[in-house]
């Protein structure tokens, strides 16, 4: 007997989905819970911000709710499943949006800044997918990774982030080919936002010496002269979330603005 549970509108997109998004707590992980939760699933949103991640949880209302969670750790993964299972009865949907930028180039990059981007951006991704994977296994699901156009193209000052993102990409197809192969009905895919007005995104402008010229030149980049909104990532998300996408697997999804196209 299915033990998948309806949102609150008993309809949409994802009705009987119980999903698990990570970095819920603001930017793109938050608009995916909002759309998600709009469109009839179930909400786990996890965080390592306790305090943002609760309120936001509170703000969407009944069918989420909210873990505590550091994406780097083992313990922590398999506590959030566990959790969501428990309340939701399974999960159907993973999405990795949890990552950090760190700015920095080749030779001025530390080995803990390196590491501490790769744990979060890469490992975090990669633990994520094996914990959904173990948990979806009898009943078939989706996973999507939030890679960045940064997993496409090179930037001569952000080699960590480039490399964490990079991997993003190549371990996606890797999860979606072991998945077919094993016949587990999981798809998985890849989405690779350009520049996005997020907290995560203003944060790194207000860190340079001259905020404004920063935002300029990332717009010079953008074929459509603008930052994309959480939202806008968030209806892709949603698309391959869903039933719609059933033959979608392996695949990458650029939403940039045109900023990769030339």
């Not at 009839?40 to 909210?66: L, W, Y």
């Not at 873990?67 to 398999?78: Q, Y």
């Not at 999405?95 to 001025?108: D, K, M, P, Q």
Request: charged share 25%; aromatic share 6%.
């Amino acid at each position: 007997m299915s033990t998948r549970q309806s949102g609150s509108g008993g309809g949409g997109r994802l009705a009987g989905k119980a999903a698990l998004v990570t970095g819920g707590a603001s930017g793109i992980g938050l608009a995916t819970a909002q759309r998600f939760v709009a469109e009839g699933a179930r909400v786990a949103i996890t965080d390592r911000d306790e305090e943002r991640g609760a309120e936001a949880a509170r703000g969407i209302g009944p069918e989420a709710f909210f873990v505590r969670h550091d994406v780097t750790r083992e313990d922590d993964w398999a506590e959030a499943m566990r959790e969501c299972v428990s309340r939701l009865g399974a999960v159907d949907i993973l999405v990795n949006s949890a990552g950090i930028f760190r700015f920095g180039t080749v030779e001025h990059t530390t080995l803990e800044e390196w590491r501490q981007t790769i744990a979060v951006n890469l490992d975090g991704t990669f633990l994520g997918c094996r914990e959904a994977v173990r948990a979806m296994r009898e009943r078939g699901g989706a996973i999507v990774n939030l890679s960045s156009v940064s997993g496409l193209v090179g930037d001569p000052d952000n080699a960590a982030y480039d490399a964490s993102k990079g991997g993003v990409r190549l371990l996606t197809k890797s999860v979606a080919l072991y998945c077919a192969r094993q016949g587990y009905g999981i798809r998985c895919n890849s989405v690779h936002p350009g520049g996005i007005d997020t907290p995560m995104v203003r944060s790194y402008f207000s860190d340079r010496p001259d905020p404004a010229a920063e935002e300029r030149e990332w717009l010079r980049h953008s074929a459509i002269g603008r930052l994309g909104r959480p939202e806008e990532i968030a209806s892709l998300i949603l698309y391959l979330a869903s039933d719609e996408a059933d033959f979608v697997t392996g695949a990458e999804f650029t939403i940039d603005g045109g900023s990769t196209a030339a």
